[in-house]
T-cell receptor, first 108, second 117 residues
Framework: ELKVEQNPLFLSMQEEKNYTIYCNYS?????LYWYRQDPGKSLESLFV?????AVKQEGRLMASLDTKARLSTLHITAAVHDLSATYFC????????FGGGTRVLVKP | GAVVSQHPSWVICKSGTSVKIECRSL??????MFWYRQFPKQSLMLMAT?????????EQGVEKDKFLINHASLTLSTLTVTSAHPEDSSFYIC?????????????FGPGTRLTVL
């Protein structure tokens, strides 16, 4: 059974500092997604990572994938309040398997 | 990008009644749709996979007779919560699968918040 583990589960950030969320998955998967969810809302797609060594960046967020280590990271550069949300790492095989989510709170 | 809608966005019902939630892919045909439920401050849990024209595949522990899924067309899947009880109160999210660039991309609906009194 595929398991996806994120850590930390909660991250209190200070503005303008850098942070990393880690995602470990237990078995080989086709691709790795990162989603953002705001309270009471559905999921917003951030990144899809397809191959080993893939790195994608959008604004202050950068995601990477190491398929050999079965590890993906989401790096936040110079955090700002707008980035407060819950971030999910999702591994895709024949179905999606979600990590537990990382609640991010950026404090001024 | 692709759009997936859900209706209603929220619903409050009495215990024992049935509630139907619709999931539509607005600008593409989705042969596969997925239904998830999410409890407060928890992750999404896959309930079932819905394939157009065939029976849904339910995840272990999900009662198929309680959560009826119908995928009547390539753009519509419905989830009916039968004889709802307060423990069924949750956030229900659907997603639709669309082939893109050689892989299937999941597009999520906005979710339906169900409260059973």
């Amino acid at each position: 059974e595929l398991k996806v583990e994120q850590n930390p589960l909660f991250l209190s950030m200070q503005e303008e500092k850098n942070y990393t969320i880690y995602c470990n998955y237990s078995t080989t998967s086709d691709r790795l997604y990162w989603y953002r969810q705001d309270p009471g809302k559905s999921l917003e797609s951030l990144f899809v990572l397809l191959s080993n060594g893939a790195v994608k960046q959008e604004g202050r967020l950068m995601a990477s994938l190491d398929t050999k280590a079965r590890l993906s990271t989401l790096h936040i550069t110079a955090a700002v309040h707008d980035l407060s949300a819950t971030y999910f790492c999702v591994s895709a095989g024949n179905k999606l398997t979600f990590g537990g989510g990382t609640r991010v709170l950026v404090k001024p | 990008g692709a759009v997936v809608s859900q209706h209603p966005s929220w619903v409050i019902c009495k215990s024992g009644t049935s509630v139907k939630i619709e999931c539509r892919s607005l600008d593409f045909q989705a042969t596969t749709m997925f239904w998830y439920r999410q409890f407060p401050k928890q992750s999404l849990m896959l309930m079932a996979t819905s394939n157009e024209g065939s029976k849904a595949t339910y995840e272990q522990g999900v009662e198929k007779d309680k959560f009826l899924i119908n995928h009547a067309s390539l753009t519509l899947s419905t989830l009916t919560v039968t004889s709802a009880h307060p423990e069924d109160s949750s956030f229900y999210i659907c997603s639709a699968s669309r082939p893109r660039g050689g892989t299937d991309t999941q597009y999520f609906g906005p979710g339906t918040r169900l409260t059973v009194l």
